[in-house]
């Protein structure tokens, strides 16, 4: 059951909200009527500008490095409508428009679940694929040895030291 469709949107956008370790990843996409904030896990917004990088790629595009922060910071008011479960990436090439459809996760006895729909640009889906990845990649490093994320003060307890020590950066 499609909840929301976009299929214009003059705003669209990955962005997090709170301090790294402790960051809440949303999708936000909008036109002069409608504005729509869904909750991602991280891996689904690194998975969403992934994908859109791999579709741009095989278009002989590559995603932009060239755009305005601001215009893809959240818009107000951030009113989250609910959790992303299932996502579906695609580009419609008789539109040139790439196809981004989120539905809500829910429990597995619900059929039809709500889900939104959002149609942009092939510039929109460049800037979405770099800034995606860049929102991803501003939480807490990496350990060096094991790749689970450090705490803000760099300290770690990597299962790679066998719990006998605590890496700190």
């Known amino acids: 059951m499609i909840e929301l469709d976009l299929p214009d949107p003059d705003h669209v956008t990955i962005a997090t909200l709170g301090p790294p370790g402790q960051r809440t990843f949303l999708f936000q996409a909008g036109d002069a009527a409608h504005l729509v904030t869904l909750v991602l896990e991280k891996q689904q917004a690194a998975s969403i500008a992934d994908l859109l990088g791999q579709l741009l790629a095989r278009l002989d595009l590559t995603p932009a490095t060239d755009w305005d922060r601001g215009t ?11 959790r992303v479960g299932a996502i579906q990436v695609g580009y419609d090439p008789d539109t040139q428009r790439f196809v981004l459809e989120l539905e809500q996760l ?9 889900e939104v729909r959002v149609q942009f640009s092939i510039d929109q889906a460049g800037r979405l694929a770099a800034h995606g990845a860049e929102v991803v990649t501003q939480g807490r490093p990496p350990c060096p040895l094991c790749g689970r994320p450090m705490r803000p003060g ?5 299962p790679s030291t066998n719990g006998h020590g605590t890496l700190t950066r």
Request: aromatic residues 4%.
């Open 72 to 82: 893809m910071a959240l818009r107000e008011p951030v009113e989250p409508r609910w």
């Open 154 to 158: 760099g300290e770690h307890v990597c």
């Open 106 to 114: 829910v429990p597995e006895e619900v059929d039809d679940p709500p």
